[in-house]
């Protein structure tokens, strides 16, 4: 046999001989050395076992292979039961504590810790998250295991991960005061994002209440839906409240509530109902998938999340799809949308393929659901900023319209319309108040020979000088308005008789001493004629007792102008 051959021979027999021996990777996981008095390793290598059966014993799992992988790892679906494998080495000269930290354990079924020394079980810990009683191992929803090392000891600590549906999770290594400040920190971030997300649904429902706008209540909604998502999801509530196991596992359907709000929010602001059709019962479609999922997760949560997957892709495919075709209609609102729904889609993208074990462990990718929210959230809260600033350039519009219907161009006062509606409106109260009114009519004296002889111009500097005058003696409660060409109307609320005609001839006697410019050299005077009469208390009537006024007013014009004159039977 030549010397290759022999080569060959032996190097297939060492193989084969490898690939019979019990099977251990001890050799390829590395071990990690524990120095010194400070200990922070949050970035190591373990090994994993995916237990199919679910039920494999200890004994058996310590023979399996365990592949080599990061301390954070995503392993996907349907590995219900995972095992994790540490390698630890003491190189003090004295004892040290460690503390062994499980930051996701929050929403795990449970977690087993073994120790292993020198191919014997020393200690074994078993936390079940919905037993009370094992629950002294959790903090602020972490999973925190002391392990003891004795100086230069050599320990395998293995670990049982059992979850609902997904299997990540992330191990930490710390002394004891690393460990404190681990668990203090832990959950900073997702407070800030709840706390954001909480002052964007306070403001939205305060908003619909006030203008009982359906988009205000889809996108509180959905923003309720997102916040409690994340509170639960990424560890706040496990934080706060304690919240573990399968009771708060069901939580987790507000996750289908999310994409069921924001497709009402969408078919709200783009008004697909009326204006799309075809987008409409597209969105229509995908909402009635999305709410028959949520009502299967009452039954089955496990499944329901399963299939959340693969609707999250056809609602992302079809709201894209549509607001792409409200962009290429000119939709105000598509851009603003198509930006935070499109930074929603790419990082749940991420999420969803981080969960299925198909991207490495990062912090984007793990929390790639609860940042997108919170990105299309500030993004959705500009389209909401939108649609209030157009809401209101409407009513403002409107406002300015009903001021130019309402009002007299010339004197900027009311116009006879308006006062007929308010007086009467005014009356109702006075009627009930039993508290004195009168009224008051003002003409011009000899208006006709001013037009005349000065021209327009001059008329309409006249009337806007009468009416300044007279709004100048009026009150904030007594309605004045511009009755006719040359007339003036006032209703005095609160005001007698003898206490109306004081207030008209105040005015009169101060318009009678003003004069109005013409030019440099010449000035001119004018004077008015004034009737007043009092409300009827007991038969309160606005036309009468405008009638009465004037005829108050003729009887000063007939006495030679520049009066008032009082109204009597």
């Given amino acids: 046999m030549t010397s290759s051959r022999i080569s060959s021979f032996i190097f297939t027999l060492l193989f084969l001989c490898f690939w019979l021996l019990p099977n251990t990777t001890f050799a390829s996981i590395p071990v990690q050395l524990i120095q010194g008095d400070s200990v922070k390793l949050e970035q190591f290598k373990i090994g994993y076992f995916v237990d199919t059966t679910e039920k494999m ?48 354990a929050y929403h795990n079924k449970a977690v087993e810790l073994y120790e292993v020394v020198d191919g014997k079980l020393i200690r074994e810990r078993q936390l079940r998250l919905d037993d009370k009683e094992t629950l002294h191992w959790m903090y602020r929803g972490s999973a925190v295991f002391e392990i003891a090392l004795q100086p230069q000891q050599h320990k395998t600590i293995y670990i049982k991960n059992l979850v609902y549906s997904h299997q ?16 203090l920190s832990q959950f900073t971030d997702i407070a800030l994002l709840v706390g954001m997300l909480l002052a964007l649904i306070i403001y939205n429902f305060l908003l619909f209440f006030s203008s009982r706008l359906k988009e205000h209540l889809f996108y509180a909604c959905y923003l309720v839906c997102g916040g409690y998502w994340i509170a639960l999801s990424y560890g706040l ?16 359907l507000a996750l289908g509530g999310i994409p069921i709000f924001l497709l009402l929010f969408m078919m709200t602001i783009f008004e697909t109902k009326k204006n799309y059709p075809i987008e409409h019962w597209a969105l229509l479609a995908t909402l ?119 009002t007299d161009p010339l004197t900027k006062l009311f116009n006879r319309r308006h006062f007929n509606i308010a007086a009467n409106h005014l009356l109702e109260k006075i009627k009930l108040s039993r508290q004195p009114a009168s009224i008051a009519i003002i003409d011009i004296d000899h208006f006709k020979k001013i037009n005349d002889t000065y021209g327009h111009a001059l008329g309409d500097k006249a009337i806007k000088s009468v009416a300044n005058m007279i709004k100048g003696q009026c009150r904030n409660e007594d309605i004045l308005a511009r009755y006719g060409g040359e007339e003036f109307v006032i209703l005095m609320p609160g005001t007698s008789l003898k206490e109306s005609y004081n207030v008209v001839e105040r005015i009169r006697k101060a318009l009678e001493n003003s004069s109005i410019t013409i030019d440099k050299n010449q000035l001119i005077n004018f004077t008015i004629s004034v009737g007043v009469a009092e409300i009827n208390l007991d038969k309160p009537n606005l036309q009468n007792t405008i009638d009465q006024a004037d005829k108050a007013l003729y009887r000063a014009k007939d006495n030679g102008r520049n009066q008032s004159q009082l109204f009597a039977e």
Avoid: C
Wanted: glycine share 6%.
């Fill in 57 to 104: 014993p200890f004994e058996k799992v310590k023979q399996q292979t365990f592949q080599t992988t990061e301390n954070r790892v995503s392993l996907g679906t349907n590995k219900r039961t995972a095992w994790l494998k540490i390698n630890l080495e003491n190189a003090n000269s004295t004892a040290t504590n460690i503390y062994l930290h499980h930051p996701y």
């Fill in 168 to 183: 990540w999770l992330a191990l930490n290594l710390y002394d004891k005061n690393q460990s404190k400040r681990a668990l």
């Fill in 237 to 252: 509530f496990a934080d706060l409240f304690e919240a573990y196991g399968s009771s708060t596992f069901q939580g987790h």
């Fill in 288 to 406: 009635s998938l999305l709410i028959g999922d949520f009502f299967y997760g009452l039954i089955d949560i496990v499944g329901s999340l399963k299939n959340a997957t693969t609707l999250a892709s056809i609602m992302m495919a079809i709201t894209l799809s549509v607001t792409i075709s409200m962009l290429i209609r000119k939709h105000p609102l598509a851009l603003f949308f198509l930006l935070g729904h499109g930074l929603f889609v790419i990082f749940s993208t991420l999420a969803v393929l981080f969960y299925k074990g198909s991207l490495e462990f990062n912090y984007i990718n793990s929390h790639g659901v609860g940042i997108g929210i919170m990105l299309e959230a500030l993004v959705l809260s500009l389209i909401i900023a939108y649609r209030i600033r157009t809401i209101e350039s409407l009513k403002a519009n409107q406002i300015d319209l009903q001021i130019l219907a309402s």
